[in-house]
Nanobody, 128 residues
Framework: VQLQASGGGLVQAGDSLRLSCVVTGRNFGRYVGAWFRQAPGKERDFVAAINWSGRGTPYADSVKGRFTISRDNAKNTVYLQMNSLKPEDTAVYYC??????????????????????WGQGTLVTVSS
């Protein structure tokens, strides 16, 4: 299984971006997907996740109401729509996925240990 993230770039505060993560492999419909981010000099943090059906979508408090995670199982893709971007959203964004538990999480969607597979990251820079 491989994950390919794309869509990052340099934008101004208040702008929008959509990140995409294509997952190559079978049974994508039974995977959970997630986005994490790592700002310069900081640890990697949870952003948002989505279960197999798309009806379970937990978010970090810092992005609630601004970011939306979604998935298209026909395209093996997880998306992160980011609106009203702020300079503090500047980070490398990583997508992650796991099929260990049939499309659900064993304990916490925000726990990085839930995820077997990781993409290479895409840089998002938000200028003020």
């Amino acid at each position: 299984v491989q994950l390919q993230a794309s869509g990052g770039g340099l934008v101004q505060a208040g702008d929008s971006l959509r990140l995409s993560c294509v997952v190559t492999g079978r049974n994508f419909g039974r995977y959970v997907g997630a986005w994490f981010r790592q700002a310069p000099g900081k640890e990697r943090d949870f952003v948002a996740a989505i279960n197999w059906s798309g009806r379970g979508t937990p978010y970090a408090d810092s992005v609630k109401g601004r970011f939306t995670i979604s998935r298209d199982n026909a395209k093996n893709t997880v998306y992160l729509q980011m609106n009203s971007l702020k300079p503090e959203d500047t980070a490398v964004y990583y997508c992650a996925a796991s099929g260990k538990y049939g499309g659900i999480w064993s304990r916490s969607a925000g726990d990085q240990n839930e995820y077997e597979y990781w993409g290479q990251g895409t840089l998002v820079t938000v200028s003020s």
